[in-house]
């Protein structure tokens, strides 16, 4: 699948509340608000795919007109570059206090529930469920369930729970770390300007262009589904979520960073049509955008690092200042994010699959199904939250 993660956190991954150390309820609430948008984003990028790929997911229908690919295709971009880091920074940021009060046992087995159920439940379930509807509905093989299952032969089927396996190998990776070494800070760091942070999205970008030359984008870890040239990326901030629980950041981030750093964001948006132009008229390959010894590999990865991270703190300042309020429509939102983002994917087929004999544009198709979907991923998600037992896991 295409790449596409908190009073309960982090979109894919584990609920924790947020009176905890990192900062009591009234503080984060836009946390909660920016997991919610982000949560839409996900929805609506593999929504997107299926109406601009040929390929990537379960099931597609690619749009024919280049005038409506091309903002599609920008959309999907624009998303890769810093949503699914975030969620690994945030999730990062809750760990480090959520890790201090549990202690070591209670903490690896509360994220063992939370994280390796989801997966084995997506795998084993949902994932051959979605693909047997495109069997039988789009590919027109009209036999039963359980006929399909018997020459099902895709069981490890991560799907869009990579985040979550990723996190889970994150996370124990940090426990381990944390039990084998020591590590302190004589002072705490201060929150970085805008000049720290673009030179950090600089380098970040450096270091994913080098490991794309061997992992471009598009090569994927099967079976679990790991895009290793978003790595970098992914590594990265989830370190740094650590470094702003530890330090304090979120706090220290000033409303001069978040205006430098939007308007960063707005230049880097303004540059992507050069991106088209070095494509068609120059001849460029698309696959040298994503990967090996190319210059326009390197142009694209700091781009897209550039802009990323830009668009990640803006948001991250802007909630802090004007988004830090709730209300109850926005809390059972938040609340239900977690499966929204294991669930969408069985909403997101089921509408393309209903719409796919309408006789359109498929690039009409998305303005009216995408709606649908957002609004469907957040109903059978609040409905999978009433299930007994479903809350202490998701």
Same mark, same amino acid.
């Given at each position: 699948?295409?790449? &596409? ?5 982090? /979109? ?56 409506? @690919?091309?903002? /599609?295709? /920008? ?5 890769? +570059? ?6 690994? /920074? ?20 509360? @994220? ?46 991560? #799907? ?22 020591? &590590?302190?800070?004589? *002072? ?18 450096? &270091?994913?262009?080098?490991? @794309? ?40 981030? +000033? ?65 802090? @200042? ?42 009409? *198709? ?9 609004? #469907? ?18």
């Amino acid at each position: 699948m295409s790449s &596409i993660t908190l009073s309960q956190f982090i /979109m894919s991954t584990v609920p924790v509340t947020l009176n905890q150390d990192s900062g009591s309820s009234n503080k984060l609430l836009y946390i909660e608000n920016i997991k919610v948008l982000l949560t839409i984003l996900v929805v609506l990028h593999h929504t997107f795919i299926a109406y601009s790929s040929s390929d990537g997911w379960y099931y597609n229908e690619q749009t024919t007109v280049i005038g409506a @690919r091309i903002p /599609m295709i /920008m959309f999907v971009s624009l998303n890769q +570059s810093f949503f699914m880091g975030y969620f690994f /920074m945030l999730a990062a940021y809750f760990t480090y206090s959520s890790y201090s009060k549990k202690g070591t046992a209670k903490f690896i087995k509360d @994220r063992l529930v939370r994280l390796g159920i989801p997966i084995l439940f997506y795998s084993f379930i949902l994932s051959p469920f979605v693909s047997y509807l495109v069997y039988y509905f789009a590919n027109e093989h009209h036999i039963n369930y359980f006929e399909y299952l018997s020459g099902y032969d895709h069981w490890i089927e991560l #799907g869009v729970t990579w985040f979550v396996a990723a996190l889970l190998l994150f996370t124990l990776i940090y426990v381990a770390t944390k039990k084998a070494f020591i &590590i302190s800070f004589k *002072k705490n760091l201060a929150a970085p300007n805008s000049r720290s942070i673009l030179l950090f999205a600089a380098t970040l970008g450096i &270091i994913s262009f080098l490991v @794309r030359i061997i992992f471009p984008v598009g090569w994927v870890l099967e079976p679990i589904g790991f895009q290793l040239g978003h790595f970098s990326q992914y590594i990265a901030l989830f370190i740094i979520g650590l470094l702003a629980a530890k330090n304090n950041w979120l706090d220290g981030l +000033s409303d001069k960073t978040g205006k430098q750093l939007k308007t960063s964001a707005w230049l880097c948006l303004l540059f992507y049509p050069v991106f088209f132009i070095i494509k068609f008229k120059l001849d460029t390959p698309s696959p040298w955008f994503s990967g090996g010894l190319h210059w326009q590999a390197l142009l694209y990865a700091v781009w897209e690092q550039w802009i990323g991270v830009s668009i990640l703190t803006a948001l991250l300042i802007k909630g802090k @200042r004007s988004w830090n309020t709730s209300s109850a429509m926005l809390a059972k939102l938040s609340r239900s994010s977690f499966a929204v983002y294991i669930f969408h994917p069985l909403v997101v087929v089921g509408f393309t699959l209903a719409a796919r004999n309408w006789a359109i544009e498929p690039a009409i *198709k998305l303005l009216v199904v995408a709606p649908l979907v957002v609004l #469907g991923s957040f109903v059978l998600g609040s409905f999978i939250l009433l299930i007994p037992g479903v809350k202490k896991i998701i």
